[in-house]
């Protein structure tokens, strides 16, 4: 995808033979890409990156396709400047690096984005979807954030946030078979939380034979056994979002 002269720094991506549809903007203390779709709308989403960053080819070319379907979509840079996540860094250091990137703290930089997304695209109706870290941001603001209408959370990691499960908002839960990060008993664990304290809709989707990051997966990396459950959670993802914004 697009932004070739900045490709990502760890190399992985969509390899679109056109250029991206959006541009990055600065809100505030924030980077952030944008795409708007061809018809004034007032229904936004707020992409939430995974541990590589809001530069990602694949997460922009998410972001391109909520804007494809009548979606303002803007993915904010979350890590606020702080380097994303580049496989070629020492796994070892993981953790490290993880707490200084907490998913749970982005409440400030969420609430910058709202009042860009209200006042300078004239949204009225705001979601959020986001991958791993990302999916696991979706849960803790469908969790407290009152403005958001609904989420997306796709392979999110339950284990930053298992204890809670009293949603405020409709949140739809994408999960891979196959996710060697978040085993399937840790999915039916946030099930039966879910069944007993949740008030809310909501729905947990396990997609078969499926492994982490698979719906944004690169075009080049995508198996013809796989792409049906691919293109299946891209429209669930997109049908969830038309249902409640």
């Known amino acids: 995808m697009a932004n070739e002269s900045r490709p990502c720094p760890c190399g992985i991506g969509d390899r679109f033979d056109y250029e991206s549809c ?4 600065q809100v505030e203390h924030i980077k952030a890409y944008v ?3 061809p018809a004034s709308t007032d229904k936004a989403v707020i992409v939430i990156h995974d541990i590589f960053g809001w530069q990602l080819p694949n997460t922009r070319y998410m972001a391109d396709m909520l804007a494809a379907n009548g979606y303002v979509a803007i993915c904010p840079d979350f890590f606020v400047g702080q380097e994303a996540w580049k496989p070629s860094n020492d796994w070892a250091s993981f953790d490290d690096w993880l707490k200084t990137r ?3 703290k982005i409440d400030k930089e969420v609430d910058v984005i709202l009042k860009y997304l209200s006042e300078q695209c004239g949204a009225k109706k705001i979601g959020v979807i986001g991958f791993c870290w990302g999916g696991a941001a979706v849960q803790h603001l ?3 954030n009152p403005h958001l209408k609904t989420g997306v959370s796709l392979y999110g990691v339950i284990k930053f946030f298992d204890n809670r499960s009293s949603l405020l908002h409709p949140t739809f839960f994408i999960f891979a078979e196959k996710d060697e990060y978040i085993p399937l008993e840790q999915v039916t664990l946030l099930e039966q ?3 007993k304290n949740c008030k809310v809709d909501y729905e947990v989707k396990i ?3 499926q ?3 698979f719906v944004h997966r690169r075009r080049e990396d995508i198996n013809p056994q796989d792409k049906p459950y691919i293109e299946e959670g891209r429209k669930d993802m997109i049908n969830w979002l038309n ?3």
């Open 102 to 104: 907490n998913a749970g």
């Open 35 to 37: 795409c708007k779709p």
């Open 142 to 144: 469908m969790l407290k």
């Open 211 to 213: 492994t982490h990051g």
């Open 22 to 25: 959006g541009q990055e903007v």
């Open 207 to 209: 997609y078969p034979g």
């Open 243 to 245: 249902k409640y914004l």
């Open 193 to 195: 939380k879910l069944k």
